[in-house]
Structures are given as structure tokens and as C-alpha cells.
């Protein structure tokens, strides 16, 4: 779904750099693939520490505290 978003906000940029022959195109590129790269690694972060209260009050608020502990630390091994 990010890559739909990215390729979505980004192609006409870097197309409109293609077209016009200027250099940096894939600086341009390298710098949006960077920035999406520490920005899921943040989000994989934050959700791995506050993976119990996510469980608790998002995912899986009616399971009994032994499926949530469960879950939250399969959550964290899926971040990791």
C-alpha cells in the first residue's frame, strides 16, 4: 500500500526530471527511498515498545490478558 502511495506521489516528480534531461534524478530517488526506509523502521520500532497497549486497546481488545500477551509479543517478533 506505501509503495502505491509513494509510486503515486513521486513518478510525477522524478518523471518531469527524466523528461528534462537534468542530472539528480537518482539522488532524488535514493533520498524518497531513504526516507521511507527510516520511516518504517520508526513505525517498526514504535510498534514493537508499545506493542502491548496496541494489542490491548486496538487489535485484540476482548481477548483474555494471556492471547494478548501472546500476541503482542508475536507482534514484536514480526517488527524485529
Given amino acids: ?3 502505491g502511495a509513494l509510486l503515486g506521489s513521486v513518478h510525477p516528480h522524478v518523471r518531469g526530471l ?3 534531461g537534468r542530472p539528480g534524478r537518482r539522488g532524488c530517488s ?3 527511498l531513504n526516507l521511507v526506509t527510516l520511516l518504517l523502521v520508526l513505525f517498526a520500532g514504535l510498534a514493537a515498545f508499545f506493542a502491548e497497549p496496541i494489542v490491548a486497546r486496538v487489535i ?3 481477548f483474555a490478558p494471556a492471547q ?3 500476541t503482542a509479543d508475536l507482534m514484536r ?3 524485529c
Fill in 18 to 20: 527524466l523528461g528534462q
Fill in 30 to 32: 535514493s533520498h524518497v
Fill in 77 to 79: 517478533a514480526g517488527c
Fill in 60 to 62: 485484540a481488545p476482548g
Fill in 68 to 70: 494478548q500477551a501472546l
Fill in 1 to 3: 500500500m506505501a509503495g
